[in-house]
């Protein structure tokens, strides 16, 4: 074959593959006209992409303008943030009137201390036992020997009374600490008399020995806590 035959051929192939192509896209045109679903489904998918792409903005002069630079967020340290959203004021974090904490080892040694008291029943011995605790626990000692104290007889009731005279004359416990150890077991000294019908002789002796004798006021906020309020009063006056 010459080169015009090779010519020719190849301007059959490539008018060939031209017609082909119109053809296939007008079956595809034709397809999409005579199905609307199709025809939308397809140009859902092309707005879709065009959507997708992102746009060139064009200056009056056509020129394009730089894309607008987004301010960066100023992220602070994970430890910044955890340390402002734990700032409490001292208020919110302990109420004035919140119990204090205590450790298992200040526990223990009230304890001890106590089994010590009753065991040994020497008064000097004793003499440590509030100087060895801080202010805020003392009153935990005085409420542990109260109610062992009513669980037990009079000699021991007479034992705390004589204690907490010498602790009060030395100056080792207040009436402030005092009335808040007695408080708890005063709130239940009703219930005790059930099973124990001198509690309330045994809790007058060690109010006498703390000196609430000469303190009416205060004698009669902690008495108020029972049902027949008198008859403690009476005890210890």
Do not use: W
């Amino acid at each position: 074959m010459g080169p015009s035959g090779v010519f020719a051929a190849g301007k059959k192939d490539s008018k060939r593959e031209t017609l082909s192509r119109t053809d296939s896209s007008s079956s595809i045109f034709h397809m999409l006209s005579q199905t609307p679903e199709l025809a939308a489904e397809a140009s859902t998918k092309l707005n879709r992409s065009s959507r997708l792409k992102p746009g060139v903005d064009f200056g009056h002069a056509g020129v394009p303008e730089p894309a607008v630079q987004r301010r960066k967020l100023q992220l602070l340290p994970r430890s910044v943030l955890a340390a402002e959203e734990n700032a409490t004021t001292l208020s919110e974090e302990e109420p004035e009137n919140a119990p204090t904490t205590i450790s298992k080892a200040t526990v223990k040694k009230i304890d001890e201390d106590v089994k010590e008291f009753f065991a040994v029943r020497n008064l000097q011995e004793a003499d440590d036992y509030f100087l060895n605790l801080s202010d805020k626990h003392r009153f935990r000692l005085v409420d542990k020997l109260v109610a062992s104290a009513l669980e037990s007889k009079e000699t021991d009731a007479r034992l705390v009374g004589d204690f907490f005279a010498q602790a009060m004359s030395n100056g080792q416990c207040t009436l402030e600490v005092f009335e808040k150890g007695f408080m708890p077991m005063v709130e239940c000294l009703d219930d005790i008399a059930i099973d124990a019908p001198k509690a309330f002789d045994y809790m007058a002796i060690m109010l006498r020995g703390a000196g609430f004798r000469n303190e009416p006021e205060r004698l009669r906020r902690i008495a108020s806590k029972l049902e027949d309020s008198d008859k403690l009063v009476s005890l210890v006056a």
